[in-house]
Nanobody
Framework: QVQFVESGGGLVQPGGSLRLSCAASGTVFFSDYVMAWYRQAPGKSRELVAGLPSGGIANYADFVKGRFTISRDNAKKMVYLQMNSLKPEDTAVYYC?????????WGQGTQVTVSS
């Protein structure tokens, strides 16, 4: 069974940066997946933050364009999200999963809190 383990979250002040990591296991098809980051704030639905196919062009939600960068390392089965210029509204639990097709099992996510 495919598993995703997210890490790297924490408490950061507005304007700060964090780098999230997602480790995938239980699959030999990782490089075939479009991988994506999602987030869910309290009381809100989960939303797409950024997606990246192998060897392709990343796409970003408008609310993170110019601030976040998604990357991946297929050999390590890892996906990353570099988050700069963080805002309080970026506070949420962040998850990784496939960006297209049926979702695989969700991990526990990593909490990002942006507050002074």
């Amino acid at each position: 069974q495919v598993q995703f383990v997210e890490s790297g979250g924490g408490l950061v002040q507005p304007g700060g940066s964090l780098r999230l990591s997602c480790a995938a296991s239980g699959t030999v098809f990782f490089s075939d997946y479009v991988m994506a980051w999602y987030r869910q704030a309290p009381g809100k639905s989960r939303e797409l933050v950024a997606g990246l196919p192998s060897g392709g062009i990343a796409n970003y939600a408008d609310f993170v364009k110019g601030r976040f960068t998604i990357s991946r390392d297929n050999a390590k089965k890892m996906v990353y999200l570099q988050m700069n210029s963080l805002k309080p509204e970026d506070t949420a639990v962040y998850y990784c999963n496939k960006g297209t097709g049926r979702f695989l099992s969700w991990g526990q996510g990593t909490q990002v809190t942006v507050s002074s």
